[in-house]
């Protein structure tokens, strides 16, 4: 069974820094994409960060400049490096892995960690 971990979340006040890592254990073969979604109370959950095996990454529009994403590949582990945080990134925070077992992909999800900024 194929595990992804968060950790790194708290609390910050407005325009600090926070690193979230997402690690993955398990058996498997392979990770391919991976991203960091949140969800804010009352909203849907949003794609923050997505970041391809050969490290290209996407971001929102939101986050742009201030998020980075990242990942050790050696390590099977996902970081989102957020700086000058704001109140409205609030939010749960949830890492995403599509992960290759033998010949099949399953989309795996970690059971999220909070953030939240102080204004």
């Known amino acids: 069974q194929v595990q992804l971990v968060e950790s790194g979340g708290g609390l910050v006040q407005a325009g600090g820094s926070l690193t979230l890592s997402c690690a993955a254990s398990?058996?498997?073969?392979?990770?391919?994409?991976m991203g960091w979604y949140r969800q804010a109370p009352g909203k849907q959950r949003e794609l923050v960060a997505a970041?391809?095996?050969?490290?290209?990454?996407n971001y929102a529009d939101s986050v742009k400049g201030r998020f980075t994403i990242s990942r050790d590949n050696a390590k099977n582990t996902m970081y989102l490096q957020m700086n000058s945080l704001k109140p409205e990134d609030t939010a749960v925070y949830y890492c995403?892995?599509?992960?290759?077992?033998?010949?099949?992909?399953?989309?795996?999800w970690g059971q999220g960690t909070q953030v939240t900024v102080s204004s």
């Open positions: 995403n892995a599509d992960v290759r077992v033998f010949l099949r992909t399953f989309e795996v």
């Open positions: 398990g058996s498997f073969s392979s990770i391919n994409n």
């Open positions: 970041i391809t095996s050969a490290g290209s990454a």
